[in-house]
Nanobody
Framework: VQPVESGGGLVQPGGSLRLSCAASGSIASIYSIAWYRQAPGKAREWVAVTTTDGYISYIEAVKGRFTISRDNAKNTVYLDMINLKPEDTAVYSC???????WGQGTQVTVSS
């Protein structure tokens, strides 16, 4: 299954975005799907994860600001982001290995 991420863009600090991870096939049986991000010059880091049994977790830096959700009927995982900060600037990608590979990612830039 191949994902395609979308929804990124340029937003001012305090703004909001909704990222989508649309899969080429069914995600219903993919236990764990996560969002990652990679800022310029930094290593990729895990941001949030959702599992088929309802488990959800976030990196500390985004707790209370980001919400991950999955819609199995649409084969899509979302990342709703509010109160964005400059340090959230990165390429965001989703991954559900080994059943769902990496996509191209979507750029999020938070700047005034």
């Amino acid at each position: 299954v191949q994902p395609v991420e979308s929804g990124g863009g340029l937003v001012q600090p305090g703004g909001s975005l909704r990222l989508s991870c649309a899969a080429s096939g069914s995600i219903a049986s993919i236990y764990s799907i996560a969002w990652y991000r990679q800022a310029p010059g930094k290593a990729r880091e895990w941001v949030a994860v959702t599992t088929t049994d309802g488990y959800i977790s976030y990196i500390e830096a985004v707790k209370g600001r980001f919400t991950i959700s999955r819609d199995n009927a649409k084969n899509t995982v979302y990342l709703d982001m509010i109160n964005l900060k400059p340090e959230d600037t990165a390429v965001y990608s989703c991954y559900g290995g080994p059943d769902m590979s990496w996509g191209q990612g979507t750029q999020v830039t938070v700047s005034s």
